[in-house]
T-cell receptor, first 115, second 113 residues
Framework: GAVVSQHPSWVICKSGTSVKIECRSL??????MFWYRQFPKQSLMLMAT?????????EQGVEKDKFLINHASLTLSTLTVTSAHPEDSSFYIC???????????FGPGTRLTVL | SQKIEQNSEALNIQEGKTATLTCNYT??????LQWYRQDPGRGPVFLLL?????KEKRKERLKVTFDTTLKQSLFHITASQPADSATYLC????????????FGRGTQLTVWP
């Protein structure tokens, strides 16, 4: 089956610094990738839709200047959390679709802790 | 916006029994509905998808029903096993841009021996 990886799996950073999270589709090309955030005991909340070669589409309430998304190739999308604050601490998960909209393949997630 | 409710936060059942999880939604009817499994600290894993014109779909011990009149989907695990213990999420398409999903909070299923 389709495999999506994320790196790093966890990261701890100081407040005010930037953190980059990578999402890769390992055995397929993903024209579209999605970035979600999940707080404990909460549902996955879609942050943005990332299309290869174009600007990401952000959901209402998500600051595009704070959460920078780059989808440089058909197998890689990155999310950079800029000037991180403790309230940005969360579980960040990416997903990719294969072209048909039937299912999404999710990465294992990245646990971000901002001190 | 779409509101999704999954019947309970937690469901505990005995091994061998059938687990039934509920997903209710408001507002528009989605073109399709999906169920995912999520283990602690991991990303969701796709289980089943059912389209609006389908009433039921099965995959091994899993069965999903979709009632667009009631705006409800039921997810069944028959002959449950302790390994089925996880959080199960339902997700609906957003109706506008393909692939954008609304997720419910999930139901944490525990199957005890």
């Amino acid at each position: 089956g389709a495999v999506v990886s994320q790196h790093p799996s966890w990261v701890i950073c100081k407040s005010g610094t930037s953190v980059k999270i990578e999402c890769r589709s390992l055995d397929f090309q993903a024209t579209t990738m999605f970035w979600y955030r999940q707080f404990p005991k909460q549902s996955l909340m879609l942050m943005a839709t990332s299309n290869e070669g174009s600007k990401a589409t952000y959901e209402q309430g998500v600051e595009k200047d704070k959460f920078l998304i780059n989808h440089a190739s058909l197998t890689l999308s990155t999310l950079t959390v800029t000037s991180a604050h403790p309230e940005d601490s969360s579980f960040y998960i990416c997903s990719a679709e294969t072209g048909s909209y039937n299912e999404q393949f999710f990465g294992p997630g990245t646990r971000l802790t901002v001190l | 916006s779409q509101k999704i409710e999954q019947n309970s936060e937690a469901l505990n059942i005995q091994e061998g029994k059938t687990a039934t999880l509920t997903c209710n939604y408001t507002n528009y009817s989605p073109a399709y509905l999906q169920w995912y499994r999520q283990d602690p600290g991991r990303g969701p894993v796709f289980l089943l998808l059912i389209r609006e014109n389908e009433k039921e779909k099965r995959k091994e011990r899993l069965k999903v029903t979709f009632d667009t009149t009631l705006k409800q989907s039921l997810f069944h695990i028959t002959a449950s096993q302790p390994a089925d213990s996880a959080t199960y999420l339902c997700a609906l398409d957003r109706g506008s841009t393909l692939g954008r999903l609304y997720f419910g909070r999930g139901t944490q299923l525990t199957v005890w021996p």
